[in-house]
């Protein structure tokens, strides 16, 4: 399934809501000039949405490493939120889970960044 991907700007950060299979083809480059947008206004952090993700792959996951450095490079976040079980077991099984910040549900991403 093709990934679509909708950006939502709050106040002080930036939501990009995913849907489909990210596999970092065409799209990954967009991706990574949304957080290079966000940084160069000034935001310094930003959410990755990706309840309706249903594969992530090896280019995938570049994309998202891409992304987090990006932000951690001007001292902001990147926060993960509502990952379906089967990107949880690939977080887990490439240990990503411990170098991403993953918010089970949107309320406790927003109880932390408000």
């Known amino acids: 399934m093709k990934l679509k991907h ?9 939501e990009l809501k995913l849907t489909g299979d990210l596999i970092g083809d065409e799209a ?3 991706l ?13 952090q930003f959410v990755i949405d990706l309840s309706e993700v249903r594969y992530i792959s090896s280019s995938g996951i570049g994309v998202l490493i ?3 450095t990006k932000m951690r490079n001007v001292e902001g976040e990147m926060y993960l939120t509502a990952p379906s079980e089967h990107v949880k077991k690939l ?6 889970h ?9 309320e406790e991403l927003e109880a932390k960044i408000k």
């Open 66 to 68: 891409t992304m987090l």
């Open 32 to 44: 990574v000039e949304y957080v290079t947008d966000a940084v160069e206004a000034g935001l310094r």
């Open 98 to 106: 411990n170098i991403f910040t993953i918010f089970e549900t949107q």
């Open 28 to 30: 990954g480059p967009r």
């Open 91 to 96: 977080l887990i099984i490439t240990k990503l």
């Open 6 to 14: 909708t950006l939502v700007p709050h106040e002080s950060w930036h």
